[in-house]
Nanobody, 118 residues
Framework: QVQLVESGGGLVQPGGSLRLSCAASGTIFSIIAMGWYRQAPGKERELVATITSGSDTNYADSIKGRFTISRDNAENTVYLQMNSLKPEDTAVYYC????????????WGQGTQVTVSS
C-alpha cells in the first residue's frame, strides 16, 4: 500500500507564491508519473501539471508560465512551485501518483487547501 502526504498549502495574497510537496511512502515499485490536480468549490477536479518518470512535463494552459512541477526520485516526492498566484487558483490541490504494480494503480493525497485572497 502507498500513502501520499501533502504539505505546503495556505493563504496567500494575489501575486504571492506557495510551494506544495507530496511525499510517497510504502512499497513503491515503479512510478510512471506524478501529478497535481485541483478542485474549486462547485467545480470538477482538473489537471494542473504532470511529470513522467522521464521528467516530461505537462501543464494546464491556465497555469503555464506561473507554476512549475518537479520531482525528487530518491525521496519519492513531487513538488509544485506556484508563483504569481491569482484568486482563481483557489482550490483544494491533490497530488497523484501512477504506479506500476500488478497493474497501473492511482494513488491520491488527502488534499491541501490553497486560498489566494487579499
Amino acid at each position: 500500500q502507498v500513502q501520499l502526504v501533502e504539505s505546503g498549502g495556505g493563504l496567500v495574497q494575489p501575486g504571492g507564491s506557495l510551494r506544495l510537496s507530496c511525499a510517497a511512502s510504502g512499497t513503491i515499485f515503479s512510478i510512471i508519473a506524478m501529478g497535481w490536480y485541483r478542485q474549486a468549490p462547485g467545480k470538477e477536479r482538473e489537471l494542473v501539471a504532470t511529470i513522467t518518470s522521464g521528467s516530461d512535463t505537462n501543464y494546464a494552459d491556465s497555469i503555464k508560465g506561473r507554476f512549475t512541477i518537479s520531482r525528487d526520485n530518491a525521496e519519492n516526492t513531487v513538488y509544485l512551485q506556484m508563483n504569481s498566484l491569482k484568486p482563481e487558483d483557489t482550490a483544494v490541490y491533490y497530488c497523484n501518483f501512477r504506479i506500476l504494480e500488478t497493474g497501473i494503480m492511482n494513488y491520491w493525497g488527502q488534499g491541501t487547501q490553497v486560498t489566494v485572497s487579499s
